[in-house]
């Protein structure tokens, strides 16, 4: 077993895995006691064919093939690893010392059978991340891909550091004024992890045409610029070209103490079905990219957090999330949660054309 998800009995012949807390955790009725019993041979010194057969001699009535179903299921249940898996050769020592806590956390949301616990750290390290806007958002954003090991990391803005950037950009110092974001994140994130190829540029994006060939060859999309703004602004060219290019990517933002982020793959509703949605609950004539200059450094570490973790989950899979919804938190309201995802708009401009069968009905807010 997982030393994460280490069972437990709960009474009345059921058997719980993991935490209802994780939003991880299986419970097992198990009135006879089988499942209970291979989950505590499961300590690392057996094999599945040596845990069926302690089954059997404890259950003599449980048959060989019962007894081998029992263990498979749990095996692939995903609470399980292979005790004598090793790291891989592709991660040094150094590599998995620094990464440890990101393995364990990996291997406690991951409920899909692998190899070894590192597959997640490997696909990170293998991945290139396009980092668009180095503000609020971006520079946290920035900071904690790099921090996690995103293998690759390309970071665009095109502005200067200023004073008032400092009370919520996560990567500027005052020594920092006047020199280009770019330049400065690309020797602060160097500064946090030497392994990776971090690089950068000073520039803006003023078309859909260059943000497609800014994009090409990334794994992924942070976007993290807020400009140009509206119905044909950057969110739409950053929709159209991840849609073209089959890469998926996530939007970030905040306005005042309500933080969010926006999720999209290429199997998934996009962002224009989306905003479609909302535009269409809304009264006639009330704006839908409300922004606003209000913010304080945690609004901005939130969002930039909640955009990388997005990252992370379409580039590893872990957990496998659904891409076209938008969740969020209210900072000033701690019981306002939000969750959307809508249907493809089968007449969707950008993703209309490139889904040939209807989506399933909506999963909704709260």
């Known amino acids: 077993m997982k030393a994460e998800h280490r069972p437990h009995r709960a009474g009345d012949g059921r058997v719980r895995i993991g935490g209802s807390i994780y939003g991880v955790a299986a419970e097992i009725a198990d009135p006879d006691g089988f499942a209970w019993a291979a989950l505590v041979a499961m300590d690392g010194t057996r094999t599945q064919e040596e845990i069926a057969a302690l089954l059997r001699g404890a259950f003599p009535a449980l048959t060989r093939a ?22 891989p050769d592709e991660l040094s020592p150094a590599e998995q010392e ?8 990996f291997r406690r949301v991951d409920l899909t059978p692998r190899a070894h616990g590192w597959e997640a750290q ?23 891909l790099a921090a996690c090991g995103v293998g690759g990391i390309h970071c665009v803005d095109r502005d ?34 030497s392994c990776l190829d ?77 905003n479609a949605h909302v535009e269409a609950s809304l009264p006639p004539g009330a704006p839908v990219d409300l922004g606003g200059r209000g913010v304080i450094a945690p609004s901005a570490g939130v969002s930039g957090h909640l955009t990388a973790q997005a990252i992370i989950s379409l580039l590893t899979g872990v957990p496998a999330l659904p891409g076209g919804y938008v ?40």
């Open 327 to 366: 969740t969020g938190v209210n900072l000033v309201a701690p019981d306002q949660h939000v969750y959307a995802r809508h249907p493809a708009a089968p007449d969707c401009p950008a993703c209309g054309t490139l889904r040939p069968r209807a989506e399933p009905a909506v999963t909704a807010t709260s």
């Open 98 to 105: 620094r990464y440890e806590r990101n393995m364990a956390f």
């Open 160 to 193: 200067v550091v200023e004073l008032s950037n400092l009370t919520r950009q996560v990567l500027y110092r005052e020594a920092d004024i006047g020199s280009p974001k770019a330049e400065v994140t690309v020797a602060r994130l160097s500064e946090v992890n």
């Open 122 to 144: 490997v696909r990170l390290k293998r991945s290139r991340v396009l980092v668009l806007g180095l503000g609020g958002t971006g520079s946290h954003a920035a900071w904690a």
């Open 66 to 87: 019962g007894a081998t179903a029992i263990v498979e299921l749990l095996v692939n249940s995903g609470y399980v690893e292979d005790a004598s898996a090793r790291p």
């Open 198 to 274: 971090i690089t950068g540029e000073s520039r803006s994006i003023e078309c859909e045409r260059e943000l497609a060939e800014l994009v090409a060859g990334f794994d992924a999309l942070a976007l993290c610029a807020d400009e140009p703004r509206g119905r044909a602004g950057i969110r739409v060219w950053a929709n159209r070209v991840c849609l073209a290019a089959g890469v998926p990517w996530a939007v970030g933002g905040y306005n005042g103490p309500l933080v969010s982020v926006g999720a999209f793959s290429p199997g998934g509703p996009c962002y224009e079905c989306l």
